[in-house]
T-cell receptor, first 111, second 115 residues
Framework: EDQVTQSPEALRLQEGESSSLNCSYT??????LFWYRQDPGKGPEFLFT???AGEEKEKERLKATLTKKESFLHITAPKPEDSATYLC????????????FGQGTTLQVKP | GAVVSQHPSRVICKSGTSVKIECRSL??????MFWYRQFPKQSLMLMAT?????????EQGVEKDKFLINHASLTLSTLTVTSAHPEDSSFYIC???????????FGPGTRLTVL
């Protein structure tokens, strides 16, 4: 069964304190792994797509990496505006575009 | 690019009435649209997948006669919650993917409250 597990559930950081969020997955043939950011009361905002192990993508203070079993979202020198829930999802080759989501990591960055 | 809109953003209705939610891809053609619901502090739960011009495919446990989905064009999908009850109160979010690749782009969501 395709499954995604994110850890930790919640993370509190001081502004400038770098850290990483983990997304572990099992899937019958990975088509893509996706990272989204969700603010309260809003829809998820697309961040990254990763397709193969070893791939890395960066955007401002965020960097996503992928191995055969997990993905990390590294946050460098976070700011309060980075506070949000970060969702990881996988798409299997066998599915018609369906995403399997993890439960998310809620990040709070304090000034 | 890749903007998805939803309308309305909030709706309050009485028990027993029907509510229609629209999802539009504004700057790309969405061959596939997805409908999710999200409960407080929980992740997204896929309700159904729809392809333009075809019947929607519903996830296990989702009543297709209660949640009617129409994907009439490459830019518009609608979700109608029929005979809504308080337990249908939730945050409904659509997403779309298409000629921009496999990535799903999400709408801002619709908060439904059934009294």
């Amino acid at each position: 069964e395709d499954q995604v597990t994110q850890s930790p559930e919640a993370l509190r950081l001081q502004e400038g304190e770098s850290s990483s969020l983990n997304c572990s997955y099992t899937v019958s043939g990975l088509r893509g792994l996706f990272w989204y950011r969700q603010d309260p009361g809003k829809g998820p905002e697309f961040l990254f797509t990763l397709y193969s192990a070893g791939e890395e993508k960066e955007k401002e203070r965020l960097k996503a990496t992928l191995t055969k079993k997990e993905s990390f979202l590294h946050i460098t020198a976070p700011k309060p505006e980075d506070s949000a829930t970060y969702l990881c999802a996988v798409q299997a080759r066998s599915n018609t575009g369906k995403l399997i989501f993890g439960q998310g990591t809620t990040l709070q960055v304090k000034p | 690019g890749a903007v998805v809109s939803q309308h309305p953003s909030r709706v309050i209705c009485k028990s027993g009435t029907s509510v229609k939610i629209e999802c539009r891809s504004l700057d790309f053609q969405a061959t596939t649209m997805f409908w999710y619901r999200q409960f407080p502090k929980q992740s997204l739960m896929l309700m159904a997948t729809s392809n333009e011009g075809s019947k929607a495919t519903y996830e296990q446990g989702v009543e297709k006669d209660k949640f009617l989905i129409n994907h009439a064009s490459l830019t518009l999908s609608t979700l109608t919650v029929t005979s809504a009850h308080p337990e249908d109160s939730s945050f409904y979010i659509c997403s779309a993917s298409g000629n921009l690749g496999d990535t799903q782009y999400f709408g801002p969501g619709t908060r439904l409250t059934v009294l």
